[in-house]
């Protein structure tokens, strides 16, 4: 009895190791992301990094020439995720909402009583 016990105790620590070793699985929004969105107040582009963290989901705007927008308030549940924008401190904050295809992004932007459709496409 005792000598089957060791084998089998060995192949459950061995299989415990070998799934710590491989880490937590990266989330489908990680990475880096090429912004846009056309509103009636002109269209929006950037690069965008993001990163889940459990169900936490942080990420910056770069516009260009030094303007970035930092996510407030985000979350990330699986390919769902949704954040908030608050533009260069202006009054309007875009509360943005979306869902994660594989190396594409589909969302709508709501601010101001308007909702407009925006997209984000994986980056290199």
Known sequence: MIKNFFPALLLTLL???ASCAAGPAA???DGTWNFAMNSPMGSV???VIMAANGDSLTGTFDLGDGRTWAMEDGVANG???S???DRDGSPMVYEMT???DGDSVAGV???MGMEVPWTMTRGS
């Open 83 to 85: 954040f908030k924008i």
């Open 27 to 29: 989330s489908p929004v």
């Open 98 to 100: 979306a869902t994660v």
């Open 15 to 17: 299989a415990t190791l």
């Open 45 to 47: 582009s950037a690069t």
């Open 109 to 111: 932007a709501s601010a």
């Open 79 to 81: 390919n769902e995720i």
